[in-house]
């Protein structure tokens, strides 16, 4: 049955979705109903993929959506289906490769035109309302579509299947044994990408791409050596003083539009924080500089005060715009600073580039790239921290951009994981606890037996989830049961890990993004490639071979090593994309056992916190009151502890070191490893 000429967004928890549940266009949400409403009419389907914090989402939506006579040219010729990409990346990562198969960037908003088949035939991101840009005028556009469309049909059913075929192609595995030298070389050529002055990669638009810095820090620890380790030290120090990083609130923004990380695009986003939470940590291991420090510090103080949602869990994100304008919230002019600061107006100016001209479209982004004097001296830094305090108590005053609260599990899971890093190696349990209570909802509300939810709002569940949510999830069950040593932990990670095996394998290696009972889409996606986020399969591929180390069962590492050979080919043929499986597979050729043994009624936690403070990603602590729990094939099994003290062994490749009870001689041997 035909759906009623309506937009039918107001049902939606999405806030993406009720963003656009006021325009004059028919939307849909993506669902069987919407298809059938394309397969029954035969009218073409204009798919428009965005989310809540996206700008040019934004503009495209005040300039197209909400405009009567463009809405009536949309309503008449194609059923309008609207996507959150964060709700449905699935949806989003097969429409998103269609537009790259056309030769096109990819961006936000995502605009497709799809056959009444779902299959795309043309598409872009975003369009102007009139021609711009080298861009046409979006209502002609969509006139021509829907010409093209009606009169010449061939053309459409040519586009859209060499289109669906492309998609559907998929690349034959090559497997092989890949080595130390092919990361080296993996390494040396992710290098060559590194912006030496400023971090990062080379160029504008300057995205963290958090999975590439992570590959360099674990070449630090081989061939590369001090320069690879350098340049993430140096990428993390431009943009904790850029104004890419929130100097009043807290938080990374997405990206910097220009070289320097100077204008944010000021969309704040729950990924990327949760994994530059984890590098900050291990820079800050490494160096002990307070700029480090303090941005953790600082990072986790903003998750608190406005993304954590009162069920525990954690908001996805916070928008770029406010009253229809991007960055509004977050700049100030100097006359500004100086009616909130009065006579300390001056020396914070001069420390966070404050100018009567401003440094962007005549108001100034805070940051501190040009604070000469550093970040070292201690009385100045609180008479700094006092003088923003008080500019953002002023801040609070202004209409705020909107959360986007949905709470996603793999989103939730990765920074679970590293609140929980992060809460070791500041000797933070509150922190920990945070994690705790959201690990708990995303297991506890949105799990349904040993399935996980995608995404959850105000009690409406996106079921069932994705490869991304088991492994993220089952990610941070391990690094919790590593560091508290409860059983439950252990059991949620086999469970959902088996969950993955179960509902998402591939046959030719990894995992499928979607499960086998849910919607079916016009081609089942992969996900072995990294986006901002790293690619779900190297996740699980970490997630197998520590559980092989907590559960002692060998099988796991032999199914990672199983994956790591076939996705072999994959990660030759493009290291960049593939960073995340080579640091997987670093995992596999260097994981460092560590095997602590606490008799009872003795206390370990200076040795733990010995290894919890190291910053090598290849270290699994393993702690047991008696060797006698290891596998009797383990090197280090029915080993005694030393005058019944807590004592440690460090064992890689089937062979243990000497033991010690010293944490000062067990964090020097770390560090030479």
């Not at 989402?57 to 909400?66: K, N, P, R, Y």
């Not at 108001?363 to 921290?385: C, H, P």
């Amino acid at each position: 049955m035909t759906l009623p000429p309506a937009n039918l967004l107001a049902g939606s928890a999405s806030p993406y979705l009720l963003q656009h549940a006021g325009n004059p266009v028919h939307w849909r949400p993506w669902g069987p109903e919407a298809l059938a409403e394309a397969a029954e009419t035969g009218k073409p389907i204009l798919l428009s993929v965005g989310y809540a914090a996206c700008h040019w989402c934004h503009v495209m939506a005040h300039e197209s959506f909400e405009d009567a006579r463009i809405a009536e040219v949309m309503n008449r010729s194609f059923v309008n289906i609207k996507v959150d990409r964060e709700e449905r990346p699935d949806v989003d990562r097969i429409y998103m490769a269609a537009l790259h198969a056309l030769g096109e960037q990819g961006g936000w908003p995502l605009t497709m035109f799809l056959d009444s088949a779902a299959r795309p035939f043309w598409g872009g991101t975003y369009f102007p309302p009139e021609p711009r840009w080298g861009k046409p005028g979006f209502p002609d556009l969509l006139r021509e579509i829907a010409r093209i469309h009606a009169e010449e049909p061939d053309k459409v059913a040519h586009n859209a299947a060499a289109l669906h075929e492309h998609l559907a192609t998929r690349t034959r595995p090559v497997s092989a044994d890949l080595g130390l030298d092919f990361l080296d070389d993996a390494a040396e050529h992710c290098l060559g990408l590194h912006d030496p002055i400023e971090g990062g990669t080379h160029g504008a638009p300057k995205f963290p791409r958090t999975p590439l810095l992570e590959a360099w820090w674990r070449a630090g620890r081989r061939r590369a050596g001090r320069r690879a380790t350098d340049a993430v030290l140096r990428t993390l120090e431009r943009m904790s003083l850029g104004g890419i990083w929130d100097h009043l609130g807290g938080g990374f923004a997405r990206y910097s539009v220009d070289a320097h990380w100077l204008v944010p695009h000021f969309e704040k986003m729950l990924y990327d924080n949760a994994q530059l939470l984890d590098l900050l940590g291990r820079a800050w291991s490494v160096t002990g500089d307070p700029l480090f420090r303090s941005r953790m510090e600082e990072m986790v103080d903003w998750l608190l005060r406005e993304m954590r949602r009162p069920e525990g869990g954690f908001a996805a994100a916070i928008d770029a715009d406010s009253e229809h304008e991007e960055g509004r919230f977050y700049v100030w002019t100097l006359d500004e600073i100086r009616d909130v600061l009065g006579p300390d107006a001056d020396f914070f100016a001069e420390a966070h580039d404050v100018r009567r001209g401003g440094n962007w479209e005549g108001r100034t982004i805070l940051n501190r790239s040009r604070d000469r004097r550093g970040f070292g001296d201690v009385d100045r830094e609180a008479r700094l921290a006092g003088c923003r305090a008080r500019l953002l108590a002023r801040r609070a005053l202004r209409i705020r951009p909107m959360t986007d609260d949905k709470v996603l599990a793999d989103w939730n899971g990765g920074l679970i994981h590293s609140l929980v890093a992060a809460a070791r190696r500041l000797d933070r349990p509150d922190w920990l606890g945070l994690a705790r209570k959201a690990y708990d909802f995303v297991r506890d509300t949105m799990g349904r037996g040993d399935r996980l939810a995608h995404a959850w709002r105000d009690g409406v569940a996106v079921f069932p989830g994705l490869s991304g949510d088991l492994a993220h999830m089952a990610r941070a069950a391990l690094t919790l049961h590593e560091t508290t040593r409860e059983p439950d932990f252990l059991a949620d990670a086999r469970r959902w890990t088996a969950a993955l095996d179960r509902h998402h394998a591939d046959p030719d290696g990894g995992w499928f993004l979607t499960a086998d009972d849910a919607e079916a889409l016009i081609v089942r996606p992969t996900a072995f490639q990294d986006e901002a986020t790293p690619s779900p399969d190297s996740i699980a591929i970490e997630n197998l071979l520590r559980l092989a180390v907590f559960t002692g069962d060998d099988a796991f590492a032999r199914r990672a090593e199983e994956i790591l050979r076939r996705f072999a080919g994959i990660m030759v043929e493009d290291v960049v994309a593939t960073a995340s499986l080579t640091n997987a597979l670093d995992l596999s050729l260097g994981l460092v056992e560590v095997v602590l043994v606490t008799p009872p009624e003795t206390d370990a936690g200076a040795l733990r916190r010995a290894v919890f403070a190291s910053s090598d990603t290849r270290i699994v602590l393993f702690e047991a009151e008696s060797t006698d729990e290891l596998p009797r094939v383990h090197p280090a099994h029915g080993k005694r502890p030393l005058d019944g003290r807590p004592t440690v062994w460090i064992c890689r490749r089937g062979a243990c070191g000497l033991p010690t009870t010293d944490p000062t001689e067990l964090a020097a041997a770390l560090e030479r490893l």
